[in-house]
Structures are given as structure tokens and as C-alpha cells.
């Protein structure tokens, strides 16, 4: 399951100048770290773990936006 956590970092936020370089290992780390919502075992609980890793990980990334 730590494959489908890895893909769930979109650039929008470092490419639209919201989140630092050097944040974005933070992100991943902490999404990365977080329990997951199940196991993966058939396709519907791997896009549910992909939507779970991307909200979280936005969550994550609108705590560290830059301030502009």
C-alpha cells in the first residue's frame, strides 16, 4: 500500500508558488507516517487509500503554504 500512498502528491500547490521546495518532503513524510483506512486488496480500496492520501496530503500542504 506504500506504492498507492506514493502517488498521491499532486505539484499544484509547489507549481502554483503555495508550497516550498523543502516542504514537500514533509508532506510525503507525514502521509507517509499517518495510519491508513485499510488494507489494499482489490481495486475499489486502492482508490479509496489514493483519495484518503490525497486529502490528507492537501490537508498536510495547506498547514505549510507560504504566506504571499
Do not use: C, N, Y
Not at 506514493?6 to 502521509?31: C, K, M, N
Not at 495510519?35 to 498536510?60: I, Y
Amino acid at each position: 500500500d506504500a506504492d498507492v500512498v506514493l502517488g498521491f502528491l499532486r505539484p499544484d500547490a509547489f507549481l502554483d508558488g503555495r508550497l516550498a521546495f523543502t516542504s514537500i518532503p514533509d508532506v510525503i513524510e507525514g502521509t507517509m507516517a499517518a495510519p491508513r483506512p485499510g488494507e489494499v486488496g482489490t481495486l475499489a480500496s486502492v482508490r479509496a487509500l489514493d483519495q484518503w492520501a490525497r486529502e490528507h496530503a492537501e490537508g498536510l500542504a495547506r498547514g505549510v503554504e507560504l504566506k504571499i
